[in-house]
């Protein structure tokens, strides 16, 4: 069955069935700590935020997140794949990424403090077992007086790892273990409706409902 989808926030709207009947249904701001399961859902759709707020994309390393963010941000985006393209394009190829991996990670770190500094909303790129990313954010969003959502790609391990083969980019098999323990613990997590502290907001994404969103981006104060 084929959906539209509209988004509006502070938290996120439901996708509501295309039809003469269909409502815009609003998450308001009193609605805090809320799950939305977007997962088999199809058909274009739209994530739009409250201005000034922050976003978290999180998921196992080729689930989609960089092909997400790259697609369907149109705001400020903070992916430490945009860091290590830069720095691959002037290191010698013969290098291993591992070399100047600390440099890729520094520079991608002091980006997004330039960018929380400026007041701007941000949609940030995290792998899930960075949870210190996401209480800075938390303390961000509570310094703004605004709101952290996480976007949380629940793809099926095999379905990552092809997509680590596509890009020819992979991890190590203990990383990727990690990864799927974060994850899956977030995932499970939400699925009892229970969310990280300091989020407003889980929204729960497959492959198929993460193609389907257009945009990703914010309402204008």
Known sequence: MQHTSAYVSNGVAI?????PQRRLAVVRDSERAVVRDLRGRTGPGRLIFGPGDLVV????PGSGKTTLIQRAVHA??????DSRDRWAAFMPRYLPYAVYRPLVRVAHYARLRRTLRSGAEAV????GTQAWVRRWLTREAR??????????LDVAPTTALA????RGRGV???????????VGRLVRDAERGEIPAGCASVVLLDRESADGLSTVGFRTP
């Not at 996708?15 to 039809?19: C, D, K, M, T, V």
């Not at 310094?143 to 949380?152: D, I, N, Q, Y």
Request: charged share 25%; net charge positive.
């Open 15 to 19: 996708p509501q069935q295309a039809g």
């Open 76 to 81: 400020p985006r903070l992916d430490s794949q």
């Open 172 to 182: 190590s098999r203990y990383a990727f273990t990690r990864h799927r323990g974060a």
């Open 57 to 60: 994309v999180s998921g196992l």
């Open 163 to 166: 997509g680590q083969r596509e």
């Open 143 to 152: 310094r703004r007086g605004t709101s952290l959502h996480l976007l949380l």
């Open 124 to 127: 940030v790129h995290d792998c």
